[in-house]
């Protein structure tokens, strides 16, 4: 009872409410059976923005103590109650998920003078699917606290206890298939917490109702396994279908370097110790990676200038005082702050292989999407095809024996695919490392196909 009744005080005290063209009552969140301390980590909104033919919450869950986990969650456009639930993580560490909010898969896009949020008619993912969206770790976007987190070994725990709190706020949405996706430092924060969910369901105290019906992951231009991506450095700087963007003095130095850097990630995935991967890291950085800036060139787009910024036009509107009104966001925006990088960087972190658990996902029946825009060479998709042909899972062999085809919507090829025992492995020709800020129409398709089990 006192539950509900905060519930309904906060939906009193909300600024905005559903539209009123909106044909359905908005539903309330409320629980049976919550645990008691749920009341008291719970603080949202109603919102319209975007989207104002869809139900809207946004606000705050507490995670732990003084752990203020920031979210947005749109309705789908399409039979909401039985629609997938798909929640969407950016990068990093420390990059707020309202980037793929605004600029890529979400509702939200700004209008020309960026005074105003439209719906993102292009390639909103909730056409297809209820969307959620989640700043983590404590710092990103507009989650605050005093419990610093640097390692995706942490990540992973707040990320399933919001998941919770979540579902016990709003439970219609617990049965639904649930999708994990997300983009580059979440190649690290997807396997992880999709692993440590199948690891929870599979608990034998679980109590029923807080089991994650988990169906499947996406990643997109990820950073997965660091070891073998970093050996297609130079291909992609030097010569890939963009045409080479160093002077060949400097490719000789990329791929002289290179057996250095392989043996120290090599000794941080063996012996596992901070000092080990922080040496790789530093040593990969500087003499691999970190070449490829003499180019001049975006490292999230190899065609254009570093002067280059495609998007995070959104940071001044999220921090007006209106907007952070509107979506009860109690704090000043920060959109990638230093500091959760370099927590993350300092404890090793980046160096560390997620693929063994994309291989627990796989083996435990979890479908996986990989998908990566061509022209990104931070995290470039040669590098994530080659990491998906060299990880064991039980279903590897079948997906080593198919091959690149080409990947077509309405009779155009828009790219590649390759597909086999759950993996599927999607390259997107023109886009860079943010897919869908490229290619909106072939991302919206993408993600249809995925959730649907259609073969792409």
């Known amino acids: 009872m006192k539950l509900l009744l905060l519930i309904s005080v906060l939906l009193i005290i909300s600024t905005c409410y559903a539209s009123p063209h909106h044909k359905k009552k908005s539903p309330r969140p409320n629980q049976t059976n919550p645990r008691n301390a749920t009341a008291n980590r719970l603080s949202f909104k109603q919102p319209t923005l975007c989207d104002p033919t869809v139900v809207q919450y946004s606000g705050y869950l507490e995670v732990g103590e003084n752990e203020h986990y920031f979210f947005w969650f749109f309705e789908s456009r399409q039979n909401p109650e039985t629609a997938p639930l798909t929640m969407w993580l950016n990068g990093g560490p420390g990059v707020s998920s309202m980037t793929g909010l605004f600029e890529e898969v979400g509702a939200c896009q700004l209008n020309a003078a960026g005074t105003d949020a439209i719906y993102n008619e292009a390639g ?4 297809v ?7 983590q770790p404590v710092g990103a976007g507009f989650s605050y606290g005093n419990k610093k987190i640097n390692s995706t070994e942490e990540a992973k725990t707040r990320v399933y206890e919001f998941l919770q709190l979540f579902y016990e ?5 617990r049965n639904n298939p649930f999708h994990l996706f997300g983009e580059s ?3 690290h924060f997807i396997p992880a917490i999709a692993s440590y969910i199948l690891e929870k369901n599979q608990a034998p105290d679980l109590p029923m109702d807080q089991h994650i019906n988990i169906e499947s992951i996406g990643i ?5 396994d660091a070891l073998v991506q970093v050996q297609y450095a130079e291909n992609m700087a030097c010569y890939s279908s963009y045409g080479p963007v160093l002077a060949e003095k400097d490719c000789h130095e990329m791929r002289r370097n290179t057996p250095i850097c392989v043996n120290l990630l090599q000794r941080c995935d063996d012996q596992g110790t901070v000092e080990d991967c922080n040496q790789a890291t530093a040593y990969c950085s500087k003499h691999v990676e970190n070449i490829f800036y003499r180019s001049g060139r975006n490292i999230y787009d190899i065609r254009a200038l570093s002067t280059g910024n495609a998007g995070t036009k959104y940071n001044r509107f999220l921090n007006t005082r209106a907007i952070r009104k509107k979506i009860g966001a109690k704090t000043p925006f920060h959109r990638a702050p230093p500091d959760v990088h370099r927590n993350f960087y300092n404890n090793g972190d980046y160096a560390r292989n997620f693929a063994p658990d994309v291989a627990n996902c796989l083996n435990n029946g979890l479908r996986v999407l990989l998908f990566a825009g061509d022209a990104d060479y931070r995290f470039n998709w040669y590098g994530i095809h080659g990491w998906a042909q060299v990880f064991d899972f039980n279903g590897s062999e079948e ?5 690149l085809l080409p990947w077509m919507i309405d009779g155009q090829e828009v790219g590649q695919v390759q597909s086999g025992a759950n993996l599927t492995f999607v390259r997107v020709y023109g886009a860079g490392h943010k897919v869908a800020y490229y290619k909106p129409k072939e991302a919206l398709q993408m993600f249809t196909n995925h959730i649907n089990h259609l073969p792409m």
């Open 124 to 127: 909103s993912w909730n056409k």
């Open 129 to 135: 699917s209820n969307l959620l969206f989640l700043d």
């Open 169 to 173: 706020a709003l439970p219609k949405y």
């Open 185 to 187: 430092y979440a190649g």
């Open 220 to 224: 997109g231009n990820g950073i997965t």
């Open 399 to 403: 997906y080593r024996q198919q091959i």
